[in-house]
């Protein structure tokens, strides 16, 4: 079975710059989630999809960041303009099932804003 | 507002003993509780859950106990191996909502 597909690996851009994190899940995930990692902390989720719908973007910065989900599969993450706290590893993962233990993490994009 | 806890940053262990990895948290909500270990440069993967009706669980090497009256749970590696270095995040969430709260995480490093 396929992993989840995060590109690109790395990206550093100047802060008031724009950047897009794309997202492939593994086939057949209902469910897909951006995570982001600040350094030192744990995982926060941005946003959650079922299928193509939002589920949860409570914590997504609206004025900021959109994500989309066409047709319920790749997905992408867009931070217009950045800043420079959105310095962060953003993960993607998908799951099959409403079971937590069912997360498939990408192995993430590390974003730098200098 | 931090609701799950992992107060020690980092932790060493000798090859061959125990590791034990603290986790607590303040929702009482949450009745669903996991693992994920990463390595660097990685996503992080899913290593042992427990549901609130439990209070133990066992994976090989992995245990996890679970507090609820303590809100505290804590993950048991035993015995401890080079390749268990890694960073431990411990994560909550509740049945039927897929959303999860993680911790700051424990960088475990195993000494030979």
């Known amino acids: 079975e396929a992993g989840v597909a995060q590109s690109p690996r790395y990206k550093i851009i100047e802060k008031r710059q724009s950047v897009a994190f794309w997202c492939n899940p593994i086939?057949?995930?209902?469910?897909l989630y951006w995570y982001q990692q600040i350094l030192g902390q744990g995982p926060k989720l941005l946003i959650q999809?079922?299928?193509?719908?939002?589920?949860?973007d409570s914590q997504l910065p609206k004025d900021r960041f959109s994500a989309e989900r066409l047709k319920g599969v790749d997905s992408t993450l867009k931070i217009q303009p950045a800043k420079l706290e959105d310095s962060a590893v953003y993960l993607c993962?998908?799951?099959?099932?409403?079971?937590?233990?069912?997360?498939?993490f990408g192995s993430g994009t590390r974003l730098t804003v200098v | 507002d931090q609701q799950v806890k992992q107060n020690s940053p980092s932790l060493s262990v000798q090859e061959g003993r125990i590791s034990i990895l603290n986790c607590d948290y303040t929702?009482?909500?949450?009745?669903?509780f996991l693992w994920y270990k990463k390595y660097p440069a990685e996503g992080p993967t899913f290593l042992i859950s427990?549901?609130?009706?439990?209070d133990k669980n066992e994976d090989g090497r992995f245990t996890v106990f679970l507090n609820k009256s303590a809100k505290h749970l804590s993950l048991h590696i035993v015995p401890s191996q080079p390749g268990d270095s890694a960073v431990y995040f411990c994560?909550?969430?509740?049945?039927?909502?897929?959303?999860?709260?993680f911790g700051t995480g424990t960088r475990l490093t195993i000494i030979p």
């Open positions: 993962a998908s799951s099959l099932d409403h079971r937590p233990a069912g997360y498939t």
């Open positions: 086939s057949g995930h209902a469910t």
């Open positions: 999809f079922q299928n193509n719908g939002v589920v949860d």
């Open positions: 929702n009482s909500m949450f009745d669903y």
């Open positions: 427990i549901s609130s009706i439990k």
């Open positions: 994560a909550a969430g509740g049945f039927g909502n897929e959303k999860l709260t």
